[in-house]
């Protein structure tokens, strides 16, 4: 019995499409963030160089990526949201564990190569 191209476009080839514009998505998100206040972070697929420094490994969902911030005492800091907003911006929050409102965030932008 042949299966109907109908149902194999539905079921194989839109979650395949979806599948790769996702990991586009995650690609572009890749290098380095600039906050307007100085700090930075390094992102490259899911690993991250937090703004302090030290690195983190980032768990992406379906519209961002998320890491816990290390801290040097090697206790967990607060969790890191980085959502994309456009091709060189990003907005970035962070989430305290005993947060009761949505976590502020900030507009981070590509940092700029200096020579």
Same mark, same amino acid.
């Given at each position: 019995?042949?299966? #109907? @191209? %109908?149902?194999?476009?539905? /079921?194989?080839?839109? #979650?395949?499409?979806?599948?790769?514009?996702?990991?586009?998505?995650? $690609?572009?998100?890749? $290098?380095?963030?600039?906050?307007?206040?100085?700090? /930075?972070?390094?992102?490259?697929?899911?690993? %991250?160089?937090? *703004?302090?420094?030290?690195?983190?490994? *980032?768990?992406?969902?379906?519209?961002? +990526?998320?890491?816990?911030? #290390?801290?040097?005492? $090697?206790?967990?800091?607060?969790?890191?949201?980085?959502?994309?907003?456009?091709?060189?911006?990003?907005?970035?929050?962070? %989430?305290?564990? +005993?947060?009761?409102? @949505?976590? #502020?965030?900030?507009?981070?932008?590509?940092?700029? *190569?200096?020579?």
């Amino acid at each position: 019995m042949a299966i #109907p @191209p %109908v149902y194999l476009a539905t /079921t194989t080839i839109l #979650p395949l499409l979806a599948g790769a514009l996702w990991v586009l998505e995650v $690609g572009a998100l890749d $290098g380095q963030w600039c906050s307007g206040y100085g700090q /930075t972070i390094r992102l490259r697929g899911t690993h %991250v160089v937090a *703004a302090n420094g030290l690195p983190a490994i *980032a768990v992406y969902s379906k519209n961002a +990526l998320s890491f816990i911030e #290390p801290r040097a005492d $090697g206790r967990n800091g607060p969790k890191i949201w980085v959502e994309p907003k456009g091709a060189n911006a990003v907005r970035v929050s962070i %989430v305290s564990a +005993l947060q009761k409102e @949505p976590p #502020p965030h900030d507009l981070w932008t590509r940092c700029r *190569a200096t020579s």
